[in-house]
């Protein structure tokens, strides 16, 4: 029956496919390293808060000046997926 | 896509409205603009109230619109651009204002839709900072050395400023206005994407067969819990939006060190 179905694709079936399935790699590895990226910066600035307690305020901000950054790779990673897929 | 026989929405569907009036004119008035003119009026509301009592106590309406002001002065202004930038504040706050109704309407019943999840609105904001940051560079440093300060960073070997100043170029004048505007749009329209999904998903495990309905117990409780969470991020992205303005007023009012 599988194979039946798989036999069934049609050309414009399979570009559709081709586009789902990279549009999902396109977040999924777009992912990968802002999401390495913000768990490190988010440590180290907990660490940072944690040495320093009357400095936190000032560590706060930058840490979330620097999430924006780190984030911006993977909302152009969703947006790729969002264009691929219903664009 | 059918998985289980459940049709999802297209994105057509979840963020495209039909006008109220004014349909194939210039002046189309959709959903969207709807909201933006909420956000806009709702905003002047609330600080026509707070100031024309002036109570010396404050109270209510007074009491928040006092803590916004303080909140831009000092964690934002004080943090970014130090006392010399409090001349932005009327700007900076009605930007966070704006930008926070906007992505509010997205978890507020009947509207549920993030304005800010249409490209437009994001983009109109950055080109606004974009042009402010520019001219503030301009008038505070004079033409000549903004650019010069902007596009030739201190501390490079000369031979390098053949591959750095078209980076900071780049970077700089057509970059950050980009990733401002995609930064609040794409975490809006995520968020409104995740909403959409799960209340598909609950409603259509509901109207299904009998075995299905104990499934709803998960995907209803998700749903409440990422309506939570976006309460969270529709803060979190006004204030980063606000925050990254400054951070640009304030790099072109004083030359990097």
Redesign the interface.
Known sequence: MALHLLAEISGADQISFGEAISAGFAYGLGAIGPGIGIGYLVGQAVQAMARQPEAAGMVRTTMFLGIAFTEALALIGFVVFVLLKFA | ?HLLALNFP???HIVRFEPIFGKGSIFEFNKVALICVLATVSTLIIFWTASSRGALVPRGIQNIAESAVEFIQD?IIM??MGSEGMSFLPYLLALFFFVLFCNLTEIIPFFQMPASARMAVPMTLAILTWIIFNAVGVIKQGGLTYLKNSLFPPGVPPALYILVVPIEFISTFLVRPF?LA??L???M??GHILLVTFAVLSSALLEGVIYFKPIVLLTGLALVAFTGFELLVAF?QA??FT??TA?YIGGSMHPEH
């Open positions: 896509m297209g994105i057509d964690g943090q970014t990733s995609v930064r749009f794409a975490n329209l995520a979190l204030y980063i925050i990254l951070v």
